[in-house]
């Protein structure tokens, strides 16, 4: 075996594999520390344990199953027999990490109770729970083949090649980490130099970043391509996950110095303006100035790419005192059942409802179109993942996509505006 | 079932940057259905009609479909079985994201990472694609290169997809130990 430098994702992977070392490009065969997994492809899943004949999974305390994308059984729809079947599945298989509606999102069930620790890998459903990378765990997207995963306690990969992005500066005001990832998917998606590669964040600018930022950056990444993500776990992360764990084992991983990287990045924090992304591409970031005056119908603040605690009280430092435009629905969710609570606790939901924004269970909600549908020619503003045609509702509806600040300003606005005269005037208050 | 011989077959061509939800398929459609039973009569249907009006119409089984950059970006696993159903036996790309590969693969369509397909073919012309052997051959006798599949990825791909694989490998196991 080559004895060559080894990034993030090489160590993590290698120690999944009971290998010294993987090269890039490598296929391995794994064993996960959990695998996670929604509802929304349960059915289909069970299908599928019935047809092959899966009695009993090897390891149900590495399964963590989160209902996040159907929080409620609302009318109208399948899935309150989801739920059921789900539920009962984990009772028969002895499933503990059972989380169902409004426990929040797999990212935050992963990283709040203590399942995402330095050095993990996490087989999951989706690329967006990179998330978890801000407490040093790996991420394996895998969609639909969670269930291999499940039932045979390991899976095969392709070793990533890594990219490394160097964060400097400061954010500047009413800049959020959503207008730092709008700029790296601006500037990366279309040359695809981020494609396939766990992309790997570090430097003076990221060390300035809350835990919630950093999960921000990391969440949107897959849109450039990107396979995965991670940081190396700083004090602030290490004591995250140490409050957590109760016991549980984690591992400290850092990239070898003269480790191989086939893409390198550097931004100065301090020269990123706030941005909003047109539709219908998730790359389509332009300075809100461009956009500003675009009249919309719906705001949402939430998903795992904007419904964290930082966001709601950035949301919350514009709503306050203000009400949203009366031709506007404003929808805000919180991430998870702990930023739920927090939020109450800080007094931001109240400020929040003051505004006149439905608040709604933890969950993707809005970002899936799930609730908040559009109609034929609406317009959105959403912290949300997604702005292609036809996420939301009506193929002919906009969905434009900021930060926090943007969309709570802009909801008070009723049209697309640059928060940051609201958020000045917010501050002299 | 296509996916047991190594597909040979007429391109369909198309550009970079082809989004998989709202391109190839139709999310609004699709969504209403997560969790039933795929609906391949109506993926077929709704597959790449958007770009290629004449597609479901005129495919035929054992062609191959050729894409350039970030091909399929966005895709959920309704993607990769529209394709599949519209009887398309091996996709071929300039790039893609790698989760492409893995929902495909385990719905027993092959999709091969080819830098320099996009220049070297033209919509009509009859390839080869050889995921086992990872190469690409053309009409005028020129290999293209891409990444061979593992030995794990070629047996998904003759059993038709991971769920087939699966089935037999655990009826394998309990005749083993009966």
Same mark, same amino acid.
């Given at each position: 075996?080559?004895?060559?430098?080894?990034?993030?994702?090489?160590?993590?992977?290698?120690?999944?594999?009971?290998?010294?070392?993987?090269?890039?490009?490598?296929?391995?065969?794994?064993?996960?520390?959990?695998?996670?997994?929604?509802?929304?492809?349960?059915?289909?899943?069970?299908?599928?344990?019935?047809?092959?004949?899966?009695?009993?999974?090897?390891?149900?305390?590495?399964?963590?199953?989160?209902?996040?994308?159907?929080?409620?059984?609302?009318?109208?729809?399948?899935?309150?027999?989801?739920?059921?079947?789900?539920?009962?599945?984990?009772?028969?298989?002895?499933?503990?990490?059972?989380?169902?509606?409004?426990?929040?999102?797999?990212?935050?069930?992963?990283?709040?109770?203590?399942?995402?620790?330095?050095?993990?890998?996490?087989?999951?459903?989706?690329?967006?729970?990179?998330?978890?990378?801000?407490?040093?765990?790996?991420?394996?997207?895998?969609?639909?083949?969670?269930?291999?995963?499940?039932?045979?306690?390991?899976?095969?990969?392709?070793?990533?090649?890594?990219?490394?992005?160097?964060?400097?500066?400061?954010?500047?005001?009413?800049?959020?980490?959503?207008?730092?990832?709008?700029?790296?998917?601006?500037?990366?998606?279309?040359?695809?130099?981020?494609?396939?590669?766990?992309?790997?964040?570090?430097?003076?600018?990221?060390?300035?970043?809350?835990?919630?930022?950093?999960?921000?950056?990391?969440?949107?990444?897959?849109?450039?391509?990107?396979?995965?993500?991670?940081?190396?776990?700083?004090?602030?992360?290490?004591?995250?996950?140490?409050?957590?764990?109760?016991?549980?084992?984690?591992?400290?991983?850092?990239?070898?110095?003269?480790?191989?990287?086939?893409?390198?990045?550097?931004?100065?924090?301090?020269?990123?303006?706030?941005?909003?992304?047109?539709?219908?591409?998730?790359?389509?970031?332009?300075?809100?100035?461009?956009?500003?005056?675009?009249?919309?119908?719906?705001?949402?603040?939430?998903?795992?790419?904007?419904?964290?605690?930082?966001?709601?009280?950035?949301?919350?430092?514009?709503?306050?005192?203000?009400?949203?435009?009366?031709?506007?629905?404003?929808?805000?969710?919180?991430?998870?059942?702990?930023?739920?609570?927090?939020?109450?606790?800080?007094?931001?939901?109240?400020?929040?409802?003051?505004?006149?924004?439905?608040?709604?269970?933890?969950?993707?909600?809005?970002?899936?179109?799930?609730?908040?549908?559009?109609?034929?020619?609406?317009?959105?503003?959403?912290?949300?993942?997604?702005?292609?045609?036809?996420?939301?509702?009506?193929?002919?509806?906009?969905?434009?996509?900021?930060?926090?600040?943007?969309?709570?300003?802009?909801?008070?606005?009723?049209?697309?505006?640059?928060?940051?005269?609201?958020?000045?005037?917010?501050?002299?208050? | 079932?296509?996916?047991?011989?190594?597909?040979?077959?007429?391109?369909?061509?198309?550009?970079?940057?082809?989004?998989?939800?709202?391109?190839?398929?139709?999310?609004?459609?699709?969504?209403?259905?997560?969790?039933?039973?795929?609906?391949?009569?109506?993926?077929?249907?709704?597959?790449?009609?958007?770009?290629?009006?004449?597609?479901?119409?005129?495919?035929?089984?054992?062609?191959?479909?050729?894409?350039?950059?970030?091909?399929?970006?966005?895709?959920?696993? #309704?993607?990769? *079985?529209? /394709?599949?159903?519209? $009887?398309?036996?091996?996709?071929?790309? +300039?790039?893609?994201? =790698?989760?492409?590969?893995?929902?495909?693969?385990?719905?027993?369509?092959?999709?091969?990472?080819?830098?320099?397909?996009?220049?070297?073919?033209?919509?009509?012309?009859?390839?080869?694609?050889?995921?086992?052997?990872?190469?690409?051959?053309?009409?005028?006798?020129?290999?293209?290169?891409?990444?061979?599949?593992? #030995?794990?990825? *070629?047996? /998904?791909?003759?059993? $038709?997809?991971?769920?087939?694989?699966? +089935?037999?490998?655990? =009826?394998?196991?309990?005749?083993?130990?009966?």
């Amino acid at each position: 075996m080559s004895m060559s430098a080894q990034t993030v994702a090489q160590k993590i992977i290698a120690r999944a594999a009971g290998r010294g070392a993987v090269e890039a490009g490598e296929y391995v065969t794994v064993t996960p520390d959990y695998t996670c997994c929604q509802e929304l492809f349960w059915p289909g899943h069970k299908r599928n344990l019935e047809r092959i004949g899966v009695d009993r999974i090897p390891r149900p305390d590495k399964a963590v199953m989160v209902i996040d994308h159907s929080t409620a059984a609302a009318m109208g729809s399948h899935h309150h027999e989801t739920h059921r079947t789900l539920r009962d599945w984990c009772e028969r298989q002895g499933i503990e990490n059972f989380f169902g509606p409004g426990n929040g999102l797999r990212h935050q069930v992963l990283t709040e109770r203590g399942f995402a620790r330095p050095g993990t890998l996490i087989f999951s459903d989706e690329g967006n729970i990179a998330s978890i990378g801000a407490l040093g765990a790996l991420n394996i997207p895998i969609s639909t083949e969670v269930l291999v995963s499940l039932i045979q306690d390991e899976n095969w990969l392709a070793v990533p090649p890594s990219a490394r992005i160097t964060l400097t500066g400061g954010l500047g005001f009413g800049v959020t980490a959503r207008d730092v990832i709008q700029t790296i998917l601006r500037d990366a998606t279309p040359d695809g130099r981020l494609l396939q590669c766990c992309v790997e964040f570090d430097g003076p600018g990221l060390v300035e970043l809350s835990l919630d930022d950093r999960q921000t950056l990391l969440a949107s990444l897959f849109h450039s391509g990107a396979y995965t993500g991670v940081m190396e776990p700083d004090a602030l992360a290490l004591a995250y996950v140490a409050a957590r764990a109760a016991g549980r084992p984690w591992h400290v991983v850092k990239a070898d110095p003269g480790a191989d990287y086939a893409a390198r990045l550097t931004y100065d924090l301090g020269a990123i303006a706030p941005l909003v992304t047109v539709p219908p591409d998730a790359h389509g970031a332009v300075p809100v100035a461009e956009v500003a005056g675009t009249r919309i119908d719906q705001a949402s603040i939430g998903s795992c790419a904007g419904g964290r605690l930082d966001d709601l009280r950035a949301a919350a430092r514009i709503l306050r005192g203000r009400r949203i435009a009366s031709h506007v629905t404003l929808y805000v969710t919180p991430g998870s059942r702990g930023i739920y609570a927090e939020a109450a606790r800080e007094g931001l939901l109240e400020i929040l409802a003051e505004a006149g924004a439905a608040i709604l269970a933890p969950g993707c909600t809005t970002c899936w179109g799930y609730q908040g549908v559009l109609n034929d020619g609406e317009v959105s503003i959403s912290t949300q993942q997604f702005n292609y045609q036809g996420r939301n509702g009506s193929r002919s509806a906009h969905v434009f996509l900021g930060g926090p600040y943007v969309v709570a300003a802009s909801a008070v606005a009723g049209r697309i505006v640059d928060p940051r005269p609201m958020l000045a005037e917010a501050g002299a208050a | 079932m296509t996916g047991h011989a190594t597909p040979r077959g007429r391109v369909w061509r198309f550009g970079n940057d082809v989004s998989g939800d709202d391109g190839i398929i139709e999310f609004a459609i699709i969504r209403e259905g997560f969790g039933k039973a795929f609906d391949e009569d109506a993926l077929r249907a709704m597959c790449f009609r958007r770009l290629r009006p004449e597609f479901p119409s005129e495919v035929r089984p054992g062609d191959i479909v050729v894409g350039g950059t970030n091909f399929a970006h966005h895709n959920h696993v #309704e993607v990769s *079985v529209a /394709i599949r159903a519209s $009887g398309i036996a091996a996709v071929v790309v +300039e790039s893609c994201e =790698a989760g492409f590969v893995r929902r495909a693969l385990n719905t027993g369509l092959p999709v091969m990472i080819c830098p320099g397909i996009a220049a070297a073919v033209a919509d009509g012309e009859v390839i080869e694609a050889d995921p086992a052997a990872g190469e690409v051959r053309l009409p005028s006798g020129r290999v293209l290169r891409a990444r061979p599949f593992s #030995e794990r990825m *070629v047996e /998904i791909w003759r059993a $038709g997809g991971v769920i087939p694989l699966l +089935e037999r490998e655990f =009826a394998m196991r309990r005749a083993a130990s009966d």
